[in-house]
């Protein structure tokens, strides 16, 4: 990822405003990866309110950079 991420960001421009699909299966390294590169995740409010309070779906959990949906229906 860091090798692709690079080229794109050099080619295209340091602020580009990409969109990552970071929902599924996930692990810190896929986190590290979308905050090191300034790129925009995805939340789903559909999926904030089936789990519990720490959810990262849950509206009230979402960070700076995300692009939220309303549902994946």
């Given at each position: 990822?860091?090798?692709?991420?690079t080229a794109?960001?050099?080619?295209?421009?340091?602020?580009?405003?990409?969109?990552?699909?970071?929902?599924?299966?996930?692990?810190?390294?896929?986190?590290?990866?979308?905050?090191?590169?300034?790129?925009?995740?995805?939340?789903?409010?559909?999926?904030?309110?089936?789990?519990?309070?720490?959810?990262?779906?849950?509206?009230?959990?979402?960070?700076?950079?995300?692009?939220?949906?309303?549902?994946?229906?």
């Amino acid at each position: 990822g860091d090798e692709f991420f690079t080229a794109v960001t050099r080619a295209l421009d340091d602020d580009v405003p990409l969109i990552i699909e970071d929902i599924g299966a996930l692990t810190a390294q896929v986190f590290e990866l979308r905050d090191r590169f300034k790129l925009h995740g995805i939340r789903i409010g559909q999926k904030g309110f089936k789990f519990d309070a720490d959810n990262m779906y849950a509206p009230h959990n979402y960070i700076p950079r995300l692009v939220a949906y309303t549902s994946i229906v």
